[in-house]
C-alpha cells in the first residue's frame, strides 16, 4: 500500500482549518510503516498494545507523540508511562484505572494527559464510562483529587453498524456528554479534546463536533499481524 498517497488522501478530506487531530493508528503494523507516514510528515500515531508501543518507541523518531488507545491492564500502567513521548491516554474506561494512573504518575513525578473513554455504543464488549456515572463524577468534585493526570477530554466510538442514523446519535449523545462536563469542569480551558471517528465513520463525526480521528485501515491498509 501507497502510505504516503493514502495518508495525504485522507489529510484532504479533513477541514482545512487544521482543528481536527488525525491520530494515525498503527496498531499492528511494523515500524517501518510508521516511518512512511512520518516521512510524509505525520507525527501523531496510536497503539492498543502497550508492548507494541514500548518496542516501537524505543526504535522510532522521538518526536512521534504516540497515544495509547487500547484497553489498558492496571499491571501494564508503569510500563506505559515510561515511555518519554506518550503525549496522550484516549481510553481510560474505569475509576480503578484512573486511581492506578495517579499513583503510577505520582511516583514518576511526570504529568500524564489523558481522555475518558465513554461507552455510548449498543455493544457491550467496547468498555468505558457511562454518561451519568461521568457526570455524577464531576459535580462531586472528583477530578480534584487529580494531581498528576490531566483530564483533556472525552474519547468514544459509536455502534458497529451500517446504520449512518444510528451512528450520528451516537456521536451526538458523546458530544452532549463532552459539553455538559466541559460546563461542569474547573478547568475548562484544558477539557478541549473530543476524540471520535475511525475509518468507516470518521467524516460523520466531524460533523457531530470531533476535532480528534483515529484513522488505521485507510492509511496502512489491513493489519501485517
Request: charge should be neutral; aromatic fraction near 8%; proline fraction near 3%.
Given at each position: 500500500m501507497d502510505i504516503p498517497r493514502s495518508l495525504k488522501e485522507i489529510l484532504t478530506t479533513l477541514p482545512s482549518d487544521g482543528k481536527v487531530t488525525?491520530?494515525?493508528?498503527?496498531?499492528?503494523?511494523?515500524?517501518?510503516?510508521?516511518?512512511?507516514?512520518?516521512?510524509?510528515?505525520?507525527?501523531?500515531?496510536?497503539?492498543?498494545?502497550?508492548?507494541e508501543l514500548v518496542a516501537k518507541a524505543a526504535e522510532l523518531p522521538d518526536d512521534i507523540q504516540w497515544h495509547?488507545?487500547?484497553?489498558?491492564?492496571?499491571?501494564?500502567?508503569?510500563?506505559?508511562?515510561?515511555?518519554?513521548?506518550?503525549s496522550l491516554i484516549e481510553s481510560v474506561?474505569?475509576?480503578?484505572?484512573?486511581d492506578?494512573?495517579?499513583?503510577?504518575?505520582?511516583?514518576?513525578?511526570?504529568?500524564?494527559d489523558i481522555l475518558l473513554e465513554i461507552h455510548v455504543a449498543r455493544e457491550e464488549t467496547?468498555?468505558?464510562?457511562?454518561t451519568a456515572e461521568l457526570i455524577s463524577w464531576y459535580k462531586n468534585?472528583?477530578?480534584?483529587?487529580?494531581?498528576?493526570?490531566?483530564?483533556?477530554?472525552?474519547?468514544?466510538?459509536?455502534?458497529?453498524?451500517?446504520?449512518?442514523?444510528?451512528?450520528r446519535k451516537d456521536f451526538q449523545s458523546i458530544t452532549t456528554c463532552f459539553n455538559k462536563i466541559k460546563e461542569l469542569s474547573s478547568t475548562?480551558?484544558?477539557?478541549?479534546?473530543?476524540?471520535?471517528?475511525?475509518?468507516?465513520?470518521?467524516?460523520?463525526a466531524i460533523g457531530e463536533g470531533s476535532n480528534m480521528v483515529r484513522i488505521g485501515s485507510s492509511i496502512f491498509g489491513e493489519r501485517s499481524y
Open positions: 488525525l491520530v494515525a493508528v498503527s496498531k499492528f503494523h511494523p515500524a517501518e510503516s510508521v516511518i512512511a507516514a512520518y516521512d510524509a510528515g505525520q507525527r501523531v500515531f496510536g497503539e492498543s498494545r502497550v508492548q495509547y488507545i487500547g484497553h489498558l491492564q492496571t499491571n501494564k500502567v508503569s510500563q506505559l508511562l515510561k515511555v518519554s513521548n506518550l474506561d474505569s475509576f480503578k484505572l484512573l492506578v494512573l495517579e499513583t503510577t504518575a505520582q511516583k514518576l513525578s511526570r504529568r500524564i467496547k468498555s468505558g464510562f457511562n468534585g472528583g477530578p480534584s483529587n487529580l494531581k498528576f493526570l490531566r483530564i483533556r477530554g472525552l474519547m468514544g466510538m459509536a455502534t458497529n453498524t451500517d446504520d449512518e442514523t444510528e451512528i475548562p480551558e484544558d477539557f478541549d479534546i473530543l476524540s471520535m471517528g475511525m475509518s468507516g465513520d470518521y467524516q460523520i
